[in-house]
């Protein structure tokens, strides 16, 4: 991976302003909540938006900590949809039944922490920061999941979630622990950049030891099998707009944090990645897309289906660790994480629309007749189906298109016949929604009514809708070429 990369500036504290930003949003939400005159929703919302849209708009590029921390193209890249997304949920949330609950101050705290963190795991290039991140991110969901709308549901996914995620860090730090060994080094680009002279050494077995148990404890936020088993139970328990969040910024700040690591391994030992990736994704696109066919609560079936999609990019992986053409499948990559998080945002924000109590997760007899009662929610949720299940002309199956052709390119066969016949078996459980929406007669089991603020919520969602056929038809193209300008990590040089 001889890719000449640039130096983007000096350190300084500009390089971490949204995180900085985000800090300060949160300490101000905090003391909000404790204030009689500016605890209200709606001074909370202010808040949480000033800050996340300054987070967005103000990035720059540069290092600091000495380089554990870089603002470079592909974290601006990162940042800008994760943050983008959450401005979505956040306004969704507020035109819902669940606004008095998420908009209090030691919530909104929380919720600013926890995306902090991935901001900081994306652009951590040293172990300690990435440990930071990633359990600063972890700690606040853990509690986000039971806390935002405790019933025994949420609690119970709350828990799992918890117990599991304990024993992934324990992984990751034991990992890192046999990584520092073998190396003497904390720093990502200089630990994989010595795989050459370990490899077939004395301390070769240390140092693979710790790179399993270093790849476990990522893959575990990524929610590939078999490191899979919270995601059901956290995504149903959890309130809909943070399923959307956990849905989507977790597994973008993970995948962009691997794609770093990636890069930073030498030509010569690049495919010892390729094993890890490939298993994993057989395993997880098989897993997810086969329990996904048995639900019949709306949240699981998404929650599989999140799963089956972590397997696809895990293809990408695989195809980024192999094939000599290094830029097209991190391009490939890029434009899978944005096509699924408008896919995935979509149909959260319309389930978000229709829940008339923020307690009750919807199932398939609910939206029988949908389609009578209110057709376009019926028409988005329909699209955005179709779309995760890779069907023409929306940008799922352009997004899908590009990633099997990366791993077509790297002469990886048996995992594009794995997806294609994984995005197969998800038509079922796909089109079982569509068919209840349109072929079936309203069963009266509940009504799914959409809220006060249903004409902003469906202005958001009908703009999300438009994008997913246009990224499908007119825009793939120039879209996956912009994507070149953030494939190309940017190491410091920081002498």
């Avoid at 950049?193 to 575990?220: A, C, K, R, V």
């Avoid at 202005?459 to 300008?485: C, E, Q, R, S, Y």
Wanted: net charge neutral; with cysteine; glycine share 8%.
């Amino acid at each position: 991976m001889n890719i000449p990369l640039p130096t983007i500036g000096s350190e300084f504290y500009s390089a971490v302003f949204p995180i900085l930003v985000l800090c300060l949003a949160s300490i101000i939400s905090l003391l909000q909540g404790v204030s009689k005159g500016f605890r209200s929703p709606a001074a909370l919302l202010f808040t949480l938006l000033v800050g996340l849209i300054a987070a967005l708009v103000y990035q720059t590029g540069g290092y600091f900590l000495g380089g554990a921390y870089i603002s470079d193209m592909l974290s601006i890249y990162g940042k800008s949809l994760m943050i983008s997304a959450s401005i979505v949920l956040v306004l969704f949330v507020y035109f819902s039944t669940l606004r008095e609950k998420f908009f209090r101050g030691e919530v909104v705290t929380l919720f600013l922490m926890v995306l902090s963190g991935f901001l900081m795991l994306i652009s951590s290039t040293d172990l300690i920061s990435v440990f930071v991140g990633l359990e600063l991110s972890s700690i606040g969901l853990y509690s986000l999941v039971g806390y935002i709308n405790p019933n025994q549901r949420s609690q119970e996914g709350a828990l799992k979630y918890f117990i599991l995620g304990s024993i992934s860090a324990a992984f990751l730090l034991y990992g890192m622990g046999l990584l520092y060994f073998t190396t003497g080094t904390l720093g990502i680009d200089q630990i994989f950049g010595q795989i050459s002279q370990i490899y077939n050494g004395p301390n070769w077995l240390y140092f693979l030891s710790g790179l399993i148990m270093f790849g476990i404890g990522l893959t575990f936020k990524m929610a590939l099998a078999p490191f899979h088993m919270w995601t059901p139970d956290a995504y149903e328990g959890a309130p809909t707009a943070l399923t959307a969040f956990m849905a989507t910024a977790a597994k973008t700040a993970i995948i962009l944090l691997i794609f770093r690591v990636i890069s930073f391994t030498p030509a010569l030992t690049l495919e010892t990645w390729q094993p890890f990736f490939s298993v994993l994704a057989i395993a997880t696109i098989v897993i997810g897309n086969i329990f996904a066919l048995v639900q019949t609560s709306i949240k699981r079936i998404l929650a599989y289906s999140s799963i089956a999609h972590s397997g696809y990019l895990a293809i990408g992986l695989a195809a980024a660790a192999t094939t000599s053409n290094t830029a097209f499948p991190y391009d490939a990559i890029l434009f899978y994480l944005i096509a699924y998080t408008i896919m995935s945002i979509a149909v959260f924000g319309v389930l978000i629309w229709l829940e008339e109590d923020a307690g009750i997760n919807l199932n398939l007899m609910d939206i029988h007749g949908l389609a009578k009662k209110h057709p376009f929610a019926a028409l988005s949720i329909a699209v955005c189906m179709l779309s995760f299940a890779g069907i023409p002309p929306t940008v799922g199956f352009m997004s899908k298109f590009f990633l099997f052709k990366a791993a077509l390119d790297a002469h990886l066969y048996s995992l594009v016949i794995v997806g294609i016949l994984g995005s197969a078996v998800s038509l079922y459980y796909y089109l079982r929604i569509v068919v209840n929406m349109y072929m079936r007669d309203p069963t009266g089991q509940r009504e799914t009514s959409p809220g006060g603020g249903s004409k902003i919520t469906a202005f958001v969602v009908g703009i999300l809708v438009v994008l997913i056929i246009a990224l499908g038809t007119v825009l793939p193209g120039p879209l996956l070429n912009k994507m070149a300008d953030y494939s190309k990590p940017l190491m410091i040089n920081k002498g």
